[in-house]
C-alpha cells in the first residue's frame, strides 16, 4: 500500500435506486502506479470508476485525492481535479473528427505534458487519420482517441474501463504497450479489465471485484493463479 496515496477509495459503497452495487469497498493508489481492477460482468468495476469520477452519488469521505475528499462532487469538478475517465464503449463523437475529439479532451485547459503533437507520437496512427470521423476508424484506433482525448485533459490519474473489449489480442498489445510511456509521464493508472493476462504484466498491484465485495486485494507478483481464480469466480 502506498505511503501518501493520491487515491484513497475507503469503504464506497454506491447504489443505482435500491440496488446497492458496491459493499464497502477500499482501495488505494500511489502517483504513477498503476493498478488493476478485475472481477466478473456485474461485479461492480464501472461502478467504482464511475462513482471516483463523480457520475455517481458517493459518501464525500468515501474518496480522497490528492488528500481531498472528493466523493460527491460534480464530474466536471472531479475534471477539474485531475481525474480523467475512458468510459466503457468509449463515448466518442460521432459526427466530430479525430482531432476534434481529441481537442474536446483539452477543453479543461489543465498545463502538462500532453498535447496533440504528444497523442500523435503517442499513437501514430491517429496522426494520418485526424481529419475522419472517428466512426471512420477500427474499434482499436477509437479507442486509441479515447484514450488520447482522456490524456488531453493532462490528468493525475487515469481511469480506463475495459479498453481491451472487443479488440483481437495484437491489437491489445499494441495499447498496453503504450502504458508506460503514459506513466512515465507521473500519470497513475486504474485499469477495469477481464482481460487479467494483459492487466497483470503492467499492474503492480490488483484488486478483484466479486459482487460489489474486493474478494481479493494484493501485489500482482504474490498472488497465485488459483487465489486470482477463485476471488474471480468465487469458487
Ligand atoms: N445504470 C444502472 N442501473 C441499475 N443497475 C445497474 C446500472 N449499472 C449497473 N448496474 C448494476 O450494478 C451492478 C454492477 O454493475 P457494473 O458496475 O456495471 O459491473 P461491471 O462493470 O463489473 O460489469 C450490476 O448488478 C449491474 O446490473
Ligand atoms: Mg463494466
Keep these: 500500500m502506498p505511503e501518501s496515496p493520491l487515491l484513497a477509495v475507503r469503504q464506497l459503497d454506491a447504489f443505482y435506486g435500491d440496488l446497492q452495487a458496491l459493499f464497502g ?15 466478473a460482468n456485474g461485479a461492480g468495476k464501472s461502478t467504482l470508476l ?18 481531498v475528499p472528493i466523493g460527491g462532487i460534480p464530474a466536471h469538478d472531479v475534471a477539474a ?43 501514430p496512427v491517429l496522426a494520418e487519420r485526424r481529419r475522419l470521423p472517428s466512426t471512420a476508424l477500427s474499434g482499436g484506433q477509437q479507442q ?15 481511469l480506463c474501463d475495459e479498453i481491451s473489449l472487443g479488440l483481437a489480442p495484437i491489437v491489445v498489445r499494441d495499447i498496453y504497450a ?9 500519470v497513475s493508472v486504474v485499469l477495469v479489465e477481464q482481460d487479467i493476462v494483459q492487466a497483470l504484466k503492467v499492474a503492480e498491484r490488483i484488486y478483484c ?23 474471480y469466480f468465487g469458487v
Design 25 to 39: 469497498v477500499s482501495i488505494e493508489l500511489a502517483t504513477a502506479e498503476a493498478i488493476a481492477v478485475i472481477g
Design 178 to 186: 503504450r502504458l508506460p510511456t503514459i506513466l512515465g509521464e507521473r
Design 144 to 158: 486509441m482517441v479515447a484514450i488520447g482525448r482522456a490524456l488531453m485533459s493532462n490528468p493525475k490519474l487515469l
Design 81 to 123: 481535479r485531475g481525474i480523467a475517465l475512458v468510459p466503457e464503449g468509449r463515448g466518442l463523437f460521432a459526427s466530430l473528427s479525430v482531432e476534434e475529439n481529441l481537442l474536446i479532451g483539452g477543453q479543461l485547459k489543465r498545463s502538462g505534458p500532453w498535447n496533440l503533437h504528444r497523442i500523435y507520437e503517442l499513437f
Design 209 to 231: 471485484l466479486q459482487e460489489g465485495r474486493v474478494a481479493l486485494a494484493g501485489a500482482a507478483k504474490d498472488l497465485t493463479r488459483e487465489a486470482i481464480a477463485a476471488a
Design 50 to 67: 464511475k462513482s471516483i469520477a463523480g457520475l455517481l452519488r458517493a459518501r464525500r469521505d468515501a474518496i480522497a485525492f490528492d488528500g
